[in-house]
């Protein structure tokens, strides 16, 4: 009987701990952990068959539809309306003023880009918590961006950092750390505590990009990331799907990829970038069109993206921002450069 109570004893003082890191977590922000659950009821196999699948927050068990949940092995009807229930509990996911909408996202932290004259544009930087869209051809500076990004994001909030870690998905080969170290040394930080602070995965077919989610949550379920970049997001689908026989499946395919990706960025406030490529636009609008070149993905992706960003070539190294598409920015442009220290202001 002792032994029993004493074991019941360690069980709530767990149990304490366990509602006391959440509750400290949610005062900084940050998601509320799986293992939460614990202290409503929820078996911990239950949880661990859950976070296998991909789910590591409460909020993952909240945002997503119950038939995604009812895909996980072992958990019955009863133990996911029970596991569903909780959540719900916990996550506010009714109704709320537009004044408590507006605090809240008085937190929200940008990301510089490097560029003032950008970051004027963009309203203080990449903003986190949402997905943004660059796209333009070849050499427009897209990959620099991000590998710019990649190293700001890790600066202090104060000095236009988001104080996280980076991650990485690359499509198309173009990730290069020794470009980071160089971006690093021009803001004073240590080159190799740059590198170890970015995740990086190169991704060899659009199944296996859709897989990497899953380890980018559970990464990030661990410790704090600010940035996660796909370089490009829409590469690999547009040559594993060929023809207009299959456009309706690699359409499904990548809303499936991009709604993910959104779930990730409200899940845990990092900030989403994706770079796009542009196709030529042949039909008879070509001609009445000031830049015949299109992005990819269709509605499907332009629907997806928070902010839409459109790169295109200047004189010599500069580059010019165009904001095509945003729920509060106007559509302007912005003139920066491509330097051996990433992007900078345009000296014109």
């Known amino acids: 009987m002792s032994c029993q109570k004493t074991?019941?004893?360690?069980?709530?003082?767990?149990?304490?701990q366990a509602r006391a890191t959440t509750e400290e977590e949610s005062e900084q922000g940050g998601p509320i952990p799986l293992k939460f659950l614990e202290t409503c009821g929820i078996a911990a196999v239950d949880?661990?068959?859950?976070?296998?699948?991909?789910?590591?927050?409460?909020?993952?068990?909240v945002m997503v539809p119950r038939k995604h949940l009812a895909l996980v092995k072992g958990l019955s009807e009863a133990k996911l309306d029970k596991i569903i229930q909780e959540a719900l509990k916990i996550i506010p996911s009714g109704f709320t003023t537009a004044t408590e909408y507006h605090e809240s996202r008085s937190a929200i932290v940008s990301i510089s880009t490097g560029a003032k004259a950008l970051d004027t544009l963009l309203g203080g930087g990449m903003e986190t918590g949402s997905l943004t869209e660059i796209y333009g051809e070849f050499r427009t500076g897209k990959t620099q961006l991000c590998h710019t990004l990649c190293v700001t994001c890790q600066l202090p909030i104060a000095n236009?950092?988001?104080?996280?870690?980076?991650?990485?998905?690359?499509?198309?080969?173009?990730?290069?750390?020794?470009?980071?170290?160089?971006?690093a040394a021009r803001y004073g930080l240590d080159p190799d505590e740059v590198l170890?602070?970015?995740?990086?995965?190169?991704?060899?077919?659009?199944?296996?990009?859709q897989s990497l989610l899953l380890q980018a949550s559970a990464l990030m379920s661990e410790c704090r990331y600010a940035l996660m970049v796909v370089d490009s997001a829409t590469a690999l689908f547009r040559t594993d799907y060929s023809g207009r026989g299959e456009l309706a499946p690699r359409q499904m395919a990548l809303a499936k990829f991009l709604r993910t990706l959104s779930r990730l960025a409200d899940e845990f406030?990092?900030?989403?970038?994706?770079t796009n490529q542009v196709v030529a636009q042949v039909?008879?609008?070509?001609?009445?069109?000031?830049?015949?070149?299109?992005?990819?993905?269709?509605n499907i992706i332009a629907h997806a993206s928070t902010t839409?960003?459109?790169?295109?070539?200047s004189r010599g190294e500069q580059r010019v921002c165009r904001v095509v598409d945003s729920p509060c920015l106007r559509e302007d442009e912005a003139v920066f450069n491509i330097s051996e220290e990433g992007i900078v202001d345009s000296k014109e």
Do not use: W
């Not at 074991?7 to 304490?16: F, H």
């Not at 976070?51 to 409460?58: K, Q």
């Not at 170890?196 to 990009?209: G, K, L, M, P, T």
């Not at 406030?269 to 994706?274: D, E, F, S, Y």
């Open 47 to 61: 949880l661990k068959k859950l976070a296998e699948a991909g789910y590591h927050t409460v909020e993952s068990v």
């Open 160 to 183: 236009g950092g988001g104080e996280g870690k980076a991650l990485f998905i690359d499509t198309e080969g173009t990730f290069r750390p020794e470009r980071c170290r160089a971006i």
């Open 308 to 313: 839409r960003l459109s790169l295109r070539k």
């Open 196 to 209: 170890d602070n970015i995740s990086y995965a190169r991704a060899f077919n659009s199944e296996h990009q």
């Open 7 to 16: 074991q019941k004893g360690q069980k709530a003082q767990a149990q304490a």
């Open 283 to 298: 039909d008879g609008a070509a001609m009445f069109t000031a830049d015949p070149k299109k992005p990819i993905g269709g």
């Open 269 to 274: 406030g990092v900030a989403v970038v994706i």
